[in-house]
C-alpha cells in the first residue's frame, strides 16, 4: 500500500510500481493519466484532495486497470468529466464511493443512457475477459460512455456524472454518494434500476434517486432525500435483506414498509432521527401477514412498542435495540406490547439517558427466550428490577451505567447466565452466582 502527500515527477518511479495493488492519494497535485496506467496491478484507489488529469480526448490511448474499488473522499479537485473518463478505464470496478463534501465542483447530475447500454451489454462482457492495455478497436464499444442529451452536457457538463460506462452494468456492486445535496438523476425516469449488479447503495444527502435497482440487498438513505416522503418508491425492491433510515425528517412515513417485511426479504432494519416513520402502523396488520423481519435498532421507543407492530413482529424478531434520549420509562401499554416480542434473543439499550429502570419484570419474563441484555450508556439508570430478569438470560452487559450501584437481587437464579460484563462503574451484589466466578469481566467490583 502507498499514500502519497505530496506528488510530482521527480517523487516516485511509476514504471517499478506494477506490482502495487493500494494508492491513497491525499491532498496532492492531480496525478497524470500517464502514470496511473503503468500501476498495472493496481486493486484499490483512495483519491482525497485531489484528482486525475486525463490527455485531450484526441490523444487518448485505450488502457484498462484491474481496480475493484475506487473511493472519492472529498475535496475532488477536478470536474465530474474526468471522473466519468476514469470509471471507462475501470472494467472490474465493484465498489464505487463518492463524498461531494469540498469538491472543486459541485456534483450535480447523475447521467444513465439505458438504450446505449442495452447495446453494449454483450460486447461489455467480452470485453471484461480481454487482458488489459488492449489496442483490440472492440475494446472502443465497451469505453464508450453512456450519454444523455447535448442540451443538459451543455448546461453542466462540469458538474455531471456519466453513470456507468457499459461495463459497469455488470461489475458494480456497491454504490456510495455523500453530501452531494444538489444531485438529481438524468435518467428519463429510468432511475439506476438496469445497474443489474447492484446489491448495495448508501445515500446521504442526495436527491430522489428512485427508483432502485431491484436486485439490490442492501440499502442505506439520510439526510434529505428530497421527493421521497414515503417507503413506496421501494416496492420492486424484492431482495432487499437490510434497510437503513437516517434523519429524513418530520414528514417521511412508513408507507410501503408492510409490502417489505411480509413479502419481501427485509431482515433487517434501521431508523433514526425520522420521528413519525412508525406512526402509519397503529391499525392491524393483515390476519395473513407474516413479518421476516429479525432485526431493529430504533431511537423511538413510544411508537414502535405498540401492540400492532409488536404483534406483526412477534414471531421473527430476534434482536431489538433502543437509542432513545427522551424516554425516562415504560408505560403499562409499552410494557404489555414489549412481552409480545417472545422470539426476542438479544435486547439492548444504549445511549438511552434520560431511562431510570428497565420494563417491570412481568414484561421481561414473558420473553422467555431473551438470551443477551445489554445496558450502555444508560447515566439515569441505579438499578435493575429485582427478580426480574427472565431465567432464560445466558448474558448480561452493563457498560458505563455510572449510577447503577446494584445488581438485582436474586442473580444466583439465573442458572443460564455464563457472562457478565460490568464496565467502568462499582457495582454490589449481595448473592453472588459462583457459576459465574471465572467468567466476571469487571475493572472494580464490590462482592
Known amino acids: 500500500m502507498l499514500c502519497i502527500y505530496s506528488l510530482d515527477e521527480t517523487v516516485l518511479a511509476f514504471h517499478n510500481l506494477t506490482q502495487l495493488q493500494s494508492l491513497t492519494i491525499k491532498n496532492c497535485p492531480p496525478l497524470a493519466e500517464k502514470h496511473l496506467q503503468m500501476l498495472t496491478s493496481l486493486k484499490t484507489l483512495d483519491i482525497d484532495g485531489s484528482s486525475i488529469t486525463f490527455q485531450q480526448v484526441g490523444e487518448a490511448v485505450l488502457w ?20 466519468t473518463r476514469l470509471l471507462t478505464h475501470l472494467p472490474e470496478l465493484s465498489h464505487l464511493s463518492i463524498c461531494g463534501r469540498g469538491c472543486e465542483k459541485v456534483l450535480t447530475g447523475l447521467g444513465l443512457d439505458v438504450q446505449q447500454q442495452t447495446a453494449a451489454s454483450s460486447a461489455a462482457k467480452l ?46 456492486q456497491e454504490l456510495g454518494i455523500e453530501d452531494c445535496p444538489e444531485l438529481v438523476l438524468r435518467s428519463h425516469g429510468t432511475g439506476l434500476q438496469f445497474m443489474g449488479s447492484l446489491n448495495t447503495m448508501n445515500f446521504l444527502s442526495a436527491l430522489d434517486l428512485c427508483p432502485f435497482p431491484s436486485t439490490l440487498q442492501s440499502l442505506s438513505l439520510g439526510g434529505g432525500m428530497e421527493g421521497m416522503e414515503t417507503l413506496a ?53 393483515p390476519a ?20 400492532p ?68 450508556y444508560c447515566p439515569a439508570m441505579r438499578s435493575l428490577p429485582k427478580n426480574g430478569l427472565p431465567t432464560s438470560l445466558q ?34 451484589a449481595k448473592e453472588w452466582p459462583s457459576h459465574l466466578a471465572a467468567r466476571v469481566r469487571c475493572p472494580r467490583l464490590q462482592k
Open 127 to 172: 470485453q471484461q475477459q480481454d487482458t488489459y492495455r488492449t489496442t483490440d478497436p472492440q475494446q472502443e464499444i465497451a469505453q464508450e460512455v453512456v450519454v444523455v442529451d447535448e442540451e443538459e452536457r451543455e448546461d453542466d457538463d462540469d458538474g455531471l456524472l456519466l453513470l456507468p460506462p457499459a461495463h459497469l452494468s455488470y461489475s458494480l
Open 395 to 428: 448474558e448480561l452487559e452493563v457498560f458505563r451505567c455510572t449510577n447503577l450501584r446494584c445488581l438485582p437481587e436474586g442473580l444466583h437464579k439465573l442458572t443460564n447466565l455464563r457472562i457478565l460484563v460490568l464496565s467502568s462503574h462499582e457495582v454490589a
Open 309 to 376: 407492530i409488536c404483534r406483526l413482529l412477534s414471531s421473527s424478531l430476534t434482536k431489538l435495540s433502543f437509542h432513545d434520549k427522551e424516554v425516562d420509562r415504560f408505560s403499562k401499554e409499552q410494557e404489555e406490547a414489549l412481552s409480545l416480542l417472545t422470539s426476542l434473543q438479544g435486547l439492548k439499550f444504549g445511549w438511552c439517558t434520560k431511562l431510570r429502570c428497565l420494563p417491570a419484570m412481568k414484561s421481561l419474563h414473558k420473553l422467555t427466550n431473551l438470551k443477551r441484555l445489554e445496558i450502555w
Open 64 to 83: 484498462q486497470l484491474p481496480v475493484n474499488r475506487l473511493e472519492i473522499n472529498g475535496r475532488w479537485s477536478g470536474s465530474w468529466k474526468e471522473v
Open 233 to 285: 418508491p421501494l416496492s420492486n425492491l424484492t431482495s432487499l435483506e437490510t434497510l437503513s433510515i437516517r434523519d429524513l425528517g418530520d414528514a417521511f412515513r412508513c408507507d410501503g414498509l408492510l409490502p417489505l417485511l411480509t413479502q419481501g426479504q427485509l431482515t433487517a432494519l434501521s431508523v433514526s432521527d425520522s420521528p413519525k416513520f412508525f406512526a402509519g402502523i397503529q391499525g392491524p396488520a
Open 288 to 307: 395473513q401477514a407474516v413479518s421476516k423481519l429479525q432485526e431493529l435498532v430504533t431511537d423511538d421507543i413510544a411508537t414502535v412498542l405498540t401492540a
